[in-house]
């Protein structure tokens, strides 16, 4: 049994047969709040400790009544701020002229941040996601801050998290582990994490009497690395599953707005299926969304998405850290935004879905080419990631493998460095930064490599 919550609402859930999920995935209902997770016993002992900043409450109380004289906050003074105008010069010609140049300049003096850009955030998620439970958005410096607030109000040594099989690295490697955290991988297919080896590594945990883990970390959009796609159906059945044995979903869904299921010609633009939060009944969902791959990572800002008792620690935590995002981004995205209104948005989404889609067509051609005797794959639907399996192989040396894309001037991510098991015979290809002569160079040079590597192999085994 998890010490954190076991939710007694699966069984009255009733989800166990297939048409209960395919119902859930159409229309969810939320549950009762007597159904949902006891957030008090997720909390790591920091994030139930963590309270506001003694000063920083003072300032933010008293700094909007009307009349008052503040000698409290240390704001620098506006008129010392050295800008006074923001002119953004678009790509396409346009001006943009930012308002409020001296607010964007001074501290952050609500936890809002920049209440407008957290407003379209709420807005755009609501559109997009539909989620059915209670939900509060906080806005933070990208989908790895997000990583970090969450890790810091949630995790403590002795804890446990499921991840992908393959997983992006950060939450791994750059808190989990070093706090302790035991990480439990689990199998993944072509749409992502299997709830049957989820089921599975839960099942066989719990029957040992071994701590379960608090959530699960995934990407449900353009897996980072597999560049899997998670269908309404799949989210519905790992829902099932996290909600049987009482974990929360952390989904990180960077990719989503890069989805091309039907290639350049045909792009969705923000006409999307929406991602687990669309399937929570009972708030178990902490959703993170990034700008980084729809607008630009130079600005640092995504936003978490999660029932309020959750995000009120998020918030307080950036509070406390780094005081919440950068104003100056946040206005330069808020102009972008407020500009573009909804079918600005939509008609960026499809720019840029268009431009990796032709891309990925153009890595899947080049692997067509160069990689067909050594490798196989399935053609890029979202995302900036082809996933290689390496034919003939159960394992890899990727120490040679790097090796050898060095001798051959090419570099890509073998398996291990995105696993925390042994050497498998995977490789992630990135396509979004060339264009399409130097995306076929560089699979060029990588079958180069992947033939010289195994070939060293199979003399090894000799
Ligand atoms: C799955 C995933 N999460 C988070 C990030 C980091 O995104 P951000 O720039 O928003 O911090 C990335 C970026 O590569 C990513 O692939």
């Known amino acids: 049994m998890p010490p954190h919550d076991y939710t007694p609402a699966v069984e009255e859930l009733s989800l166990e047969d297939s048409s209960n999920v395919a119902n859930l995935s159409k229309a969810p209902a939320p549950l009762p709040a007597s159904c949902r997770p006891r957030y008090e016993s997720y909390f790591s002992e920091r994030g139930r400790h963590i309270r506001p900043g003694g000063i920083r409450s003072l300032v933010t109380e008293f700094i909007h009544i009307k009349g008052m004289c503040s000698l409290a906050g240390g704001l620098p003074p506006a008129d010392l701020f050295p800008i006074s105008k923001m002119t953004l010069e678009l790509v396409n010609g346009d001006t943009l002229e930012v308002d409020n140049v001296q607010m964007a300049q001074q501290y952050n003096l609500t936890m809002d941040g920049c209440p407008e850009l957290r407003a379209w955030a709420t807005a755009l998620t609501r559109r997009q996601q539909r989620p059915a439970c209670e939900t509060e958005t906080v806005l933070t410096s990208g989908s790895n801050s997000a990583l970090d607030l969450l890790a810091f109000i949630l995790l403590e040594r002795g804890d446990c998290i499921a991840v992908d099989e393959f997983h992006f690295p950060v939450l791994v490697e750059g808190h989990a582990l070093p706090e302790g955290v035991e990480v439990v991988s689990v199998g993944m297919d072509g749409q992502g994490v299997d709830p049957a080896s989820l089921e599975a590594v839960l099942a066989d945990r719990a029957r040992r009497g071994l701590a379960l883990p608090k959530m699960l970390y995934t990407i449900p959009v353009a897996q980072n690395p597999t560049g899997a796609v998670a269908s309404a159906e799949r989210l519905a059945e790992v829902y099932r599953v996290c909600a049987k044995y009482g974990l929360l979903i ?118 067509r080419r160069h990689l067909a005797d050594v490798a196989t794959w399935d053609a890029p639907k979202a995302g900036m990631f082809m996933w290689l399996r390496l034919s003939g192989m159960d394992t890899l040396d990727s120490a040679a493998l790097v090796e050898a894309m060095r001798e051959e001037q090419v570099i890509a991510v073998p398996a291990s460095a995105v696993s925390i098991k042994e050497d498998r015979p995977f490789l992630r290809v990135s396509f979004s930064y060339g264009n399409s002569e130097q995306i076929d160079e560089g699979v060029r040079r990588l079958g180069a490599a992947i033939r010289r590597c195994m070939a060293a192999q199979k003399v090894q085994a000799q």
């Open 250 to 367: 952390l989904e990180d869904d960077p990719y989503y707005f890069l989805q091309y299921p039907s290639g350049a010609e045909a792009v969705p633009g923000t006409d999307l299926p929406p991602g687990y939060l669309s399937v929570d009944r009972d708030g178990r969902v902490i959703r993170i969304d990034s700008l980084s791959k729809i607008l630009a990572p130079g600005l640092r800002l995504g936003w978490v998405t999660c029932a309020p008792a959750i995000a009120r620690k998020v918030a307080l935590t950036a509070a406390n850290t780094s005081t919440g995002v950068s104003g100056i981004s946040a206005a330069v995205a808020r102009t972008l935004v407020r500009n573009w209104g909804e079918d600005g948005f939509d008609a960026h989404a499809r720019g840029t879905q268009a431009h990796y889609a032709a891309k990925a067509a153009a890595c899947d051609a080049a692997a």
